[in-house]
């Protein structure tokens, strides 16, 4: 089977290489010519740990090949993966389905024999519908040209652990065709045993929004417990080691800290409420207002703390902030948490010293008021204080005593809580964190 993926960034890209990986023929397209240059030149354009060895291996094996052409697109294949962006609107919380509906629109005319369609893009529950009934409109194949909608659940950072080992395929359509296509392009995860559940294209796409808004709620939940053991002298820390024994919370998503960013869950929990909205059901999900509100304080009180250790004024201080990416592992900057205290900071006065291992170019590009140093040593030299705010290996398993002997003061902000207190108190550091005392 001969497969097009529509949208060659963190999920297309991903996508791609990995159906080569399991033998499939794979055409990657983008409307970005620069993207697809990289790819072909065996780049991945993103840091993702894995990918370039699988783009690499796909195209030395005459498997991946990439486009910026549609007809050559609908010529090639016979089954067609959107990935292209839903990013939010300038305008609104809602989401922007305008690559969406260009994806299919800029495809379907070519589609001049039977075809599948598969979105995988995370879109407001009704796109896909509406899609189906514009590709059936606009395709020469009319009838023939079939749409279903298949979620993607990677995490970046596991892009590709994620696609070659998903913990479930979730398909909607009512036919059978679709079915078969999609079937068969995970036979191998289904025969190992991966839960391949298949239901309307409705239900499909609010698998994935309610994924996240439920991840998003975990967060913020304790997040929230966070302000409330701060306030009463209590330790979120221990507070979330036992509740995670009891295995109906458990303990993954239960880490406090400044909380989550990334270009899926924030602009996926305000998209939708802005659909419940439209759908009239507003009420069912205004939890999630509180759930953003919650993890844009972490942000606000992290600002504060980092204040307090400095004496209450940010003005002509050095601040150094470790972490620039939205998590570790990635190079993802989208509503970066790291890079929104940042920018905060250095425009209430402070000299902002940002680093981070993999993520320099893209956050220079978007905050080149901020300043930048090669590695963490150069980073934390001079600093009035310092802020952990990405929780990457290389900082967790920093020495206090190293980096004591090159800062100013020894202070820290552990944002993420990852750092042991005790051991960097120990070494002389004013240590704080958030929800604990
Ligand atoms: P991205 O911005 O990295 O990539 C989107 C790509 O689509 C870009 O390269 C862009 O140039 C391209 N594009 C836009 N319009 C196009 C068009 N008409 N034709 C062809 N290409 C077009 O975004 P992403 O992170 O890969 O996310 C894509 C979708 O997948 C989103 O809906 C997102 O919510 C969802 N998703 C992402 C992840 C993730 O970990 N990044 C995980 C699950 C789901």
């Given at each position: 089977m001969r497969v097009?993926?529509?949208?060659?960034?963190?999920?297309?890209?991903?996508?791609?290489?990995?159906?080569?990986?399991?033998?499939?023929?794979?055409?990657?397209?983008?409307v970005d010519e620069a993207k697809i240059e990289l790819l072909r030149s065996g780049s991945v354009p993103f840091y993702e740990p894995g990918l370039e060895e699988l783009l690499t291996r796909g195209l030395d094996a005459g498997r991946l090949s990439f486009t910026t052409s549609f007809p050559e697109a609908a010529e090639f294949a016979d089954v067609h993966l959107i990935c292209v962006g839903t990013?939010?609107?300038?305008?609104?919380?809602?989401?922007?389905?305008?690559?969406?509906?260009?994806?299919?629109?800029?495809?379907?005319?070519?589609?001049?024999?039977?075809?599948?369609?598969?979105?995988?893009?995370?879109?407001?529950?009704?796109?896909?519908?509406?899609?189906?009934?514009?590709?059936?409109?606009?395709?020469?194949?009319?009838?023939?040209?079939?749409?279903g909608w298949s979620p993607e659940f990677l995490r970046e950072g596991f892009g590709v652990e994620d696609t070659l080992n998903p913990n479930r395929i979730v398909l909607g359509t009512d036919s059978r065709r679709v079915e078969k296509v999609v079937r068969e392009l995970w036979q191998k995860q289904i025969d190992e045993g991966v839960p391949f559940l298949v239901t309307d294209l409705q239900t499909a796409e609010l698998v994935k929004v309610s994924a996240n808004a439920f991840l998003a709620t975990k967060i913020s939940f304790i997040n929230a417990m966070a302000e409330v053991s701060e306030a009463a002298g209590a330790d979120v820390i221990q507070l979330a080691e036992a509740l995670s024994h009891d295995d109906r919370i458990g303990g993954k998503f239960l880490g406090p800290g400044l909380g989550f960013g990334g270009g899926c869950l924030p602009k996926d929990i305000r998209a939708f409420m802005a659909r419940a909205d439209e759908l009239g059901v507003e009420p069912a999900l205004s939890?999630?207002?509180?759930?953003?509100?919650?993890?844009?304080?972490?942000?606000?009180?992290?600002?504060?703390?980092?204040?307090?250790?400095?004496?209450?004024?940010?003005?002509?201080?050095?601040?150094?902030?470790?972490?620039?990416?939205?998590?570790?592992?990635?190079?993802?900057?989208?509503?970066?948490?790291?890079?929104?205290?940042a920018a905060t900071v250095a425009s209430l006065g402070a000299r902002v010293t940002v680093y981070d291992p993999q993520a320099m170019d893209r956050a220079r590009e978007a905050y080149p008021q901020l300043g930048y140093a090669p590695t963490m040593a150069d980073a934390v030299r001079g600093a009035d204080v310092v802020l952990l705010l990405?929780?990457?290996?290389?900082?967790?398993?920093?020495?206090?005593?190293?980096?004591?002997?090159?800062v100013a003061h020894k202070r820290i902000v552990?944002?993420?809580?990852?750092?042991?207190?005790?051991?960097?108190?120990?070494?002389?550091?004013?240590?704080?964190?958030?929800?604990?005392?």
């Open positions: 097009s993926v529509i949208g060659t960034g963190y999920l297309g890209a991903t996508t791609a290489a990995c159906l080569a990986e399991l033998g499939f023929e794979v055409l990657g397209l983008d990013p939010q609107r300038d305008d609104s919380g809602a989401a922007d389905l305008r690559y969406v509906n260009s994806a299919v629109e800029l495809l379907a005319p070519h589609l001049t024999r039977p075809a599948v369609v598969v979105g995988r893009s995370t879109v407001p529950v009704g796109t896909a519908a509406t899609l189906a009934a514009r590709l059936r409109e606009l395709a020469p194949a009319d009838e023939e040209a079939e749409l939890f999630l207002r509180e759930v953003d509100a919650i993890n844009q304080r972490r942000r606000a009180r992290t600002i504060d703390i980092a204040r307090e250790l400095i004496g209450g004024d940010f003005s002509g201080t050095s601040v150094t902030v470790l972490g620039a990416a939205f998590k570790p592992n990635s190079d993802d900057i989208r509503d970066s948490p790291a890079l929104d205290v990405t929780e990457w290996a290389e900082f967790r398993e920093a020495h206090p005593d190293e980096i004591g002997e090159a552990d944002g993420r809580n990852a750092l042991d207190p005790t051991f960097w108190r120990a070494s002389g550091w004013t240590y704080r964190a958030l929800g604990r005392q």
